[in-house]
């Protein structure tokens, strides 16, 4: 009996072994943004900005040029990029802690001026590379090494919902927030990349995808645990859905 493959691996993800924890979703999500890449043709035409924490590594991963920016200032270095290549599709890739945190204000105001990059924005609720702090999106209730007894709302406040804020802005064209702990949420969540990046093809604005991930690491859990947790904590806490799409008849 032939084999046949069901899953092909993306020609633009690299074939090498992978560094991420056993159970970490940062791999899943290199190859949704691959096979976006790939399905509309933008692999040679892409720069990627590569930002701080384990998402930095994507350009291990990922055979397109890849610019690696400060820390939390991957969206304006994509400005940058994207006004001096407009020609270009421009991406950024960016954990909760850079993102949500030191470069909250980067984010804001880059999807304010409805600047066409995208961004796919891995939300674990933790700042995964630096040892499991307390992050921005860490939920209410969420041990970690710098809240041992529990994310406080009283003292800590709601973990911030970054979907719904950057759908509120004024130049996001498309805004969505996926999950990638099943077959139907990854199907789901490859449509969102594709409509994210079909935004800034199409010049209407800005396009941001917000992933629902695991770090089973930090969260001290076995890899099924933490994908558990994604569907009965993580979900939840952070609705899954579209915010905002302009891509009307185009999408």
């Excluded at 891995?122 to 921005?136: D, F, I, L, R």
């Excluded at 969540?189 to 992933?211: H, M, P, R, S, T």
């Excluded at 991930?213 to 806490?237: D, F, G, Y």
Aim: aromatic share 6%.
């Amino acid at each position: 009996m032939s084999e046949k493959i069901i899953f092909p691996k993306p020609k633009v993800l690299r074939d090498r072994p992978t560094h991420y924890c056993p159970g970490c979703h940062h791999g899943t999500a290199h190859k949704l943004v691959a096979q976006v890449l790939e399905e509309l043709n933008l692999v040679p035409n892409t720069i990627c900005i590569g930002s701080i924490g384990c998402s930095v590594f994507i350009y291990n991963y990922i055979a397109v040029d890849t610019v690696e920016a400060p820390h939390g200032r991957a969206p304006a270095v994509a400005t940058g990029v994207k006004r001096a290549r407009p020609d270009k599709i421009v991406f950024t890739y960016q954990g909760d802690g850079d993102l949500a945190s030191i470069g909250l204000a980067e984010i804001m105001h880059c999807a304010n001026r409805g600047e066409k990059v995208t961004v796919i924005f891995v939300n674990n609720t933790v700042y995964g590379m630096t040892g499991g702090q307390m992050a921005p999106t860490t939920m209410v209730g969420q041990k970690t090494t710098t809240c041992p007894g529990g994310r406080c709302k009283e003292r800590e406040g709601e973990p911030i919902k970054m979907a719904e804020i950057i759908a509120s802005l004024g130049g996001t064209a498309y805004c969505a927030r996926v999950a990638v702990n099943n077959i139907k949420n990854l199907k789901k969540a490859q449509k969102a990349i594709y409509n994210a990046f079909k935004v800034q093809i199409d010049e209407l604005g800005f396009g941001f995808v917000e992933i629902l991930a695991a770090c089973p690491t930090n969260w001290k859990m076995n890899p099924l645990q933490a994908n558990e947790r994604v569907e009965k904590e993580m979900i939840p806490s952070f609705p899954l859905g579209e915010f905002k799409n302009c891509l009307g008849e185009n999408k």
